[in-house]
């Protein structure tokens, strides 16, 4: 039997509720214990899922008011019986409140052992239970709504039916090997084949999310480059919707690079604006302009500005060719002047056409940070960047652990080897081998097929009182 484990489950800090949650066979008597109603009656008779209101107490009086809440063993998250207290967010309290738990037997639970002991007991895989802290440390809209969808099982259901094929074609292929003399169903090295390329694609397709995945869950890295003066910091300002970087008329007023978050369409970007990058015999704006450089080799998305009520410069070709093999947009800023350079212009200028001649010119978009016209098509084109063209997710499942994303290629690498010996007209007992090892490895992502240190790693990573 499992020893009753305690903690506090709210975050560290003054709040106008703490929780202390209790997990095991003695939570309900430990509550007994501790728990008086207001008129001093002790709890006797409880009813499952009804809150009740009164005090903990301690053999020198009250500790706390409180209400508290059994539930009873196995509708409970970690599948046991299950005893919450809710008192004063006083971290005073919570703590008294822990430690008459601790006396009466609990033990002090571990990082995530309220979730673990849910997938040991089967009341969520592995997957749900790493989307529990996902949604925990959820920083936008977007990754939120990701981790939910996985926490409901929408991983685990696709990676479950690819599993089942796997299954299938194993079983198929072991009926042949042990009883060949079988009037089976033919099943050749071309169906197998078949069989196996349409399952790598239901594998390479969950793979190919992880870019996306890993951008919604870690944020998108942005930076803003373009020679001085043409709006850079007033478009950073314009995102963050606060006056973070200084605006002037005189070029070069940034002379470092400025970084800050803030979410995009419900997607986290990391946002870098830089000093303006030309010639200068300064010592302090070249050290900006290098930083600046080097914040473009880093970045994942670029948004290269340029001012369309001037004519292009020499800088302006030196920056869009040291970008051209980034993933960008052009904005042509300040169409509230006079412009110079239009989009037509651009698009249609020799001298850009020669930087991207081999390669796809970048989305150009007009805008004035004046205004803000343009900033919501300069918007969309940050969230393309993201979901591959388009501006919001399809609903398709997102691959956002590096640990997910290992076992899928792990899982292709097998089914890989498997066609090759096919293909070669080796001995199904070889392929079967391969075919297999894939079929664990997707079971690795769910924990349907994984070793207690794998566990013990996924759990360490949790917070206490999860």
Known sequence: MEQTIAAIATAPGEGGIGIVRISGSEALGILKDVFRYKSGKILSEVEERRMIYGNIVDENGIVDEAMVVYMKSPRT?????????????????????????????????????????AFLNGRIDLSQAEAVIDVIKAKSDAGYDSAVMQLQGGLSDTVKKIRLSLADLLSDIVAHIEYPEEDLEELTYKNIISELDLISADIKKLADSFDTGRTIREGLRVCIVGRPNVGKSSLMNSILKVERAIVTDIPG????????????????????????????????????????????????????????????????????????????VIVLNKTDLDQKITKEYFCGSEDIKKIFSDIKMPVVVEL???TMDGLDALTDEVKKSVYNGETSASGD??????????????????????????????????????????????????????????????????????
């Open 253 to 328: 007023t940034t002379r470092d690079t400025i970084e800050e978050s803030a979410s995009i369409g419900g997607i986290p970007v990391i946002i870098t604006d830089t000093a303006g990058i030309r010639e200068t015999d300064d010592t302090i704006e070249k050290i900006g302009i290098e930083k600046s450089r080097l914040s473009i080799l880093s970045a994942d998305f670029i948004i290269m500005m340029i001012d369309g009520s001037s004519d292009l410069l020499e800088e302006d070709f030196d920056i869009l060719y040291s970008i051209r093999d980034k993933k960008s």
């Open 368 to 370: 004035s940070t004046v």
């Open 77 to 117: 998250y970690t599948g046991e019986d299950v005893v919450e207290i809710q008192c004063h967010g006083s971290i005073i309290s919570l703590r008294r409140i822990l430690s008459l738990a601790l006396e009466r037997g609990a033990a002090l639970a571990e990082r995530g052992e309220f979730t673990k002991r």
């Open 397 to 466: 499942i997102l691959i956002t652990n590096v640990r997910h994303l290992s076992l899928l290629k792990e899982s292709l690498n097998s089914i890989s080897d498997a066609k090759g010996m096919l293909e070669n007209e080796e001995a199904l007992d070889f392929a079967e081998c391969d075919i297999r090892s894939a079929w664990l490895s997707l079971g690795e992502i769910t924990g349907e097929a994984v070793t207690d240190d794998v566990i013990q790693e996924v759990f360490s990573r949790f917070c206490l009182g999860k």
